[in-house]
Nanobody
């Protein structure tokens, strides 16, 4: 069973930065595609970013492109989301997801229903 645990959320001011982490249990982490999604109150869960197994293939939502950076450390079974120039509309619960079928390429991974494993989420609040 794959377990994902997010951390790093919190309260930050507009134009500030945060780095989210997602730690994964399991010895085959290296082969999984990983992604971040977010869900604001009253809205559907939306895609933020994804990364393939070796970090070469990354994919971003237009709303975060140029501000957020996804990366992974396979030795430590962790994926990161560096969020810079935060805006109030970035406020949401951020979820980490994993799926083996996105191990090679993640460019078709924007639908949350296609990801198998999920973390519990971490709250990010951007205040103005």
């Amino acid at each position: 069973q794959v377990q994902l645990v997010e951390s790093g959320g919190g309260l930050v001011q507009v134009v500030g930065s945060l780095r989210l982490s997602c730690a994964r249990s399991g010895r085959t982490f290296s082969y999984y595609g990983m992604a971040w999604f977010r869900q604001a109150p009253g809205k559907e869960r939306e895609f933020v970013s994804a990364i393939n197994w070796n970090g070469i293939n990354t994919y971003y939502a237009d709303s975060v492109k140029g501000r957020f950076t996804i990366s992974r450390d396979n030795d430590n079974n962790t994926v990161y989301l560096q969020m810079n120039s935060l805006k109030s509309e970035d406020t949401a619960v951020y979820y980490c997801a994993a799926d083996l079928k996105y191990g090679m390429t993640v460019t078709r991974g924007s639908s949350p229903s296609t990801w198998q494993y999920w973390g519990q989420g971490t709250q990010v609040t951007v205040s103005s």
